[in-house]
């Protein structure tokens, strides 16, 4: 660079006029509060390590059906072991199937290495029956860890699948005070819907903060804010905080030049460690407004009646009503998308299926067909794995919608 | 004042010189790529820009295209070949509403309404249906690749390729040689299991007219095999290799032209 154009920052030696503006956030409550999540693992470890000398249970849950009021309830620390690394998935095809599900097969090279301090710390281990290959998966597991399946009914929004899964809960429920030797009081369990719908609530908050337009995060620096384990009070603090920060934020954020298009995510979870693919859709010009998958607002967006006379039956109906491909008919996914896509706005809607995940490549059909005619916005499915030579056919595919939305030349056809 | 598209492909890159007020063709080049394709590039550009009596500050806006587009020195910005195949079939044929761009490494079926893309869809997971699969099985029939359409177009008996698979398809391919199969019915039956293949990729079907572009399309009687496996009449793009390193020249004539949004600019 020019050394004089360096020297002279403002035209004529003139300072510029003190901002009449609101200190920023960083003026007022120091950097993002992103750092404390930086660290979730760590305190994720050291909370289950104390929690577990102090006797309380560690259970490793699979799934966002697992209602984890009940563990809460019970004393237990609830532990999400979804896998979200490639690392593990060669150990896991010495026995799985190659065209399984990248989650399932990570899960599991995590059980066979035993590399995964939190399922080696899990006293216990809930798994449900969803799609097939977790069902057959969980069945090695079952092997050599104690483990509990809940039956979901596939059968989605009927008067039998809820008194089923309801049914289903308590059966739980009664294990787990057995297994543990605590009574699931009502006022434990009011306590803990009153917990789960607090972090709910923070974090529903915190997404919604990206409806703004400009947002004043980006999709990837939400998915940062998350935690393997649930109702961790310093978690809950932080959430707080950081929608307090980004709440009196305004503007883009720093690192974003041109103004990203809008999308909306959905599909399946992209759990820790496989992040990877909302930081390549925010690479390519757009910005993860709005996520409907299990890693987003997906099992956010309904809270439990803590006043329910029937605590358990409250906590089924809620976990009862998630949205999951595996579920037939599943209406409410769309529900949920037109819901999700008239708060955040999205230009376009990118559906991600793991590789050899039946259900959702099979949903995406409905899913596009939904989109494209309902809502009437572009639908792009990316199929892929946890594999990082994908970054480049993922970018070109996420490139090429950004610039469908944006119309590389006018409408009307443009000039010959 | 002259516009300028680089498509840098898996298997050609290609760069097309236009007068960016006429919009009119200056010079058009394409050459096998290389492991060093970003030299390629820029002896390409500079053999064009000469063969034109032009010098590189006659170029007003340059875009690279095609998989290798970020690692492209000359260009000022970089579109991706989906919108690029787009806007050069739009220039050429108008009216095109499908449009079908089997290439190197890759097969695409891009669907166009007056504003331009629509959508798309790419197969770049499985080589049958792409340019690739036709080499190695040219190289296996002993042949060509120029030559594989020709022989083709001879067959008597076009040979039936059932594997979906290029790997389980050029093992098929050695048994029906064994079998006695003649080479140019081997031909056919390949070709049409590209095309099939490419079908498959119209889940929204393939609203006519539909465009057949990508250097595959210069493999004779690919175009009547994708017509028998679509069903119907297709239109074959000119200079089918050229069509996104074109569409990319055009968008650069957009960008002078202020017509274009630069988002990236």
Known sequence: MNESASSTPTCGGQRAPASPLAPTPEQRDGPAPLAHFAQMIDHCLDYATAAKAQGHPVVGIMCEYTPREVLLAAGAVPVCLCGGSAATIPAAEQSLPTNLCPLIKSTFGYHVQRSNPFLELADLVVAETTCDGKKKMFELMGLNRPMWILELPHKADTPAALDAWTAEVKKFAAHVEARFGVTLTVEKLRAAIQRMNRERDLRRRLAGLLARDPPPLTGRELLQFSSLISGMEADLVQYERAWRWYSARRGPPAAARAKPVRLLLTGVPTVHGAERVVEIIEASGAVVVCTENCTGLKPLLEDVDPQAADPLAAIARKYEHLPCSIRTVNRRRLETLRTLATAFQPQGVIELVWQGCLTYEVEAVTVQRFVETELKLPYLKLTTDYSPAEAERLRLRVEALVETVRRRWPAGGGGR | ?265
């Not at chain 2, 083709?152 to 050695?174: H, K, L, N, Y």
Request: one cysteine or more; proline letters at 3%.
């Open chain 2, 1 to 265: 004042m002259i516009a300028c598209g680089i498509d840098a492909g898996s298997r050609t890159m290609k760069v097309v010189l236009l007068d960016a007020d006429t919009r009119q063709p200056v010079r058009a080049l394409a050459a096998d790529q290389q492991p060093r394709q970003a030299e390629l590039a820029s002896a390409l550009y500079q053999r064009a820009l000469g063969e034109a009596g032009l010098s590189r500050f006659e170029v007003a806006k340059t875009v690279a295209t095609g998989y290798g587009r970020d690692l492209i020195v000359e260009a000022d910005t970089a579109i991706t070949e989906i919108t690029c195949h787009a806007r050069g079939v739009r220039s050429l044929l108008p009216a095109a509403r499908t449009l079908v761009d089997i290439g190197g490494q890759d097969s695409k079926v891009i669907h166009l309404d007056a504003g331009g893309v629509r959508d798309f869809v790419l197969n770049d997971r499985c080589a049958a249906g792409t340019g690739r699969f036709l080499e190695l099985v040219a190289q296996r029939l002993g042949l060509p690749l120029q030559d594989l359409g020709r022989a083709a177009g001879r067959a008597s008996q076009p040979a039936r390729i059932t594997s979906m698979c290029a790997v389980f398809a050029e093992t098929e391919i050695v048994s029906l040689l064994a079998q006695g199969a003649a080479v140019e019915d081997v031909a056919a039956g390949v070709l049409q299991a590209v095309a099939d293949r490419v079908a498959t990729l119209g889940s929204r079907g393939f609203a006519p007219p539909v465009v057949l572009t990508g250097g595959t399309a210069l493999i004779a009687g690919m175009d009547q095999a994708l017509a028998r496996a679509l069903g119907q009449e297709l239109v074959l793009a000119p200079d089918p290799q050229l069509t996104a390193a074109r569409g990319a020249a055009l968008l650069a004539c957009d960008w002078i032209r202020g017509t274009m949004l630069a988002a990236d600019s």
